[in-house]
């Protein structure tokens, strides 16, 4: 009778264990890959009903958008001749605004494997978080005159223009002397010779302003085309075209062309290195996973430049294309540190670097004073969780410097090539607590579906040593 129970128990043991091991290989193989791809799906942009799509269309926490305007301190003393004295400017800011994003006009293709769409963007001014007011003064640049000089680049025309700026005295400085902060920024500056030929220089403003236009409009960033990761995941956010275009026609060779993916969508699992395509300099940027952080108990990817993010070609030569100019020359003069944007920004002479030349040659700080680059404030940065692909936290930081140099115009006769800092904004979020708790949610089912088939192998392996033990005892 004790043999027979043996027997039975061993059986039905070994049964189990079989049956464990069997039903988890069916799991793995034909269940899971069903449950991962539900869940998967709430990651792409397919519908307006996946948990991404729902998170993406609107910023639910503002962003937190910084400007520093540079204050040029001793314009009254600058002269070239006979000793230069050396710019010196002084950091302004910030001004803290709360940003909200929101996309619109969004049309899927009929296959649903792209979505068109515009973004909205609205500032409100903080004044109780900044550290200056909207109605402080700043001296600066005269960046449109510098535009008209950029644009004259024969004798013939810039004696014409020298004539006509002169005889209607349009301008007596290559300065911009007390200009309140706000007009710098968002209002706009009302200046004559920018009413005078707003044509010439093909800008859309009568007057000028680093912000201006951008508030609450529809239209100034442009569309774009995006891919939603419908057929594959891994497509998820690549950018297709901008402004209906797949190239910008800014820059040299390959390097015009659109690609990378906007910050806010990335896929799971995300490579080594990503393409970060950045709007306000008109071109995509390389980063590097770097270093893994914890947020919250979510292990998180860590991506930033490396200090050749602007570098044009000195070092790297296949960025030697983020040039605009034809002429060899004139690209290969630019050292490491600073990408010329001139095209990108109404063809105004327009350098874009990291704050304060940070990881930039230092002939760019040595020809100015003021200047203090800081590691933890001016960097860009993406945190990545690497699951979901999900963005978790984000800082972006970048400066527009405006070349002074002798333009063949009145005042700027024998001026040195100088980079002339004018602002520097910083863009930064992070995730809610609630958003956070939300991910935690599908990062456990997607981990769970691995978990359960280990488990399962696990428990049917426990099942059939046992058996075999009984099987050897008995």
Known sequence: MMFHVHKTCKISLFLVSIFTIAFAIIFQFCISPLITKRLTKE???????????????????????????FNWTNVDEF???????????????????EEFDQKINMKWSDDREWITF???KVWHFKPELSDAKLDDKITTINPVYMGIGKLISYPLFAMIANGFINDTKLV???????????????DGYKNTLQSQLVKIIK?????????????????????????????????????????????????????DKVSGRLETLWPPNPKKT???????????????????????????????????IFDNGEKYSENECFCPSKNDRKCSKVKSGVTDVSKCKHNIPLFASLPHFYNASASYRDSISGMKPNPDKHK?????????????????????NVVLRDYQLTLTRGLPEILIPTVWVSKSGRASHEQIRDLKKIIFLLNSVNYLFYGLCILGLILLIISMIISLKY
């Open 43 to 69: 990651l792409t942009l397919a519908n307006n009903e996946t948990a991404i799509f729902k998170a993406w269309v609107n910023t639910s926490n503002p962003l937190r958008f910084e400007v520093y305007l």
């Open 79 to 97: 002269q070239v001749y006979p000793n230069f004295t050396k710019p010196h400017f002084e950091e302004i800011g910030p001004f803290v605004f």
């Open 118 to 120: 515009g973004e909205k």
């Open 172 to 186: 007596d400085s290559i300065f911009w002397k007390d200009v309140r902060a706000g007009d710098l920024l968002f």
């Open 203 to 255: 800008s859309p403003f009568e007057k000028f302003g680093w912000c201006i236009g951008r508030n609450n409009s529809e239209t100034f960033f442009g569309n774009y085309t995006i891919n939603t990761g419908a057929s594959d995941i891994e497509n998820v956010g690549s950018l297709s075209l901008w402004k209906g275009q797949s190239s910008t026609d800014f820059f040299r060779q390959n390097c």
């Open 274 to 308: 990503i393409s970060l395509f950045v709007t306000e300099i008109c071109r995509p940027v390389k980063l590097e996973h770097t270093s893994t952080v914890n947020i919250e108990n979510i292990e998180t990817f860590v991506y930033t430049p490396d200090e050749n």
């Open 380 to 400: 860009i940065y993406l945190m990545i969780e690497p699951v979901t692909g999900v963005l978790l936290e984000a800082n972006a930081a970048l400066q527009f």
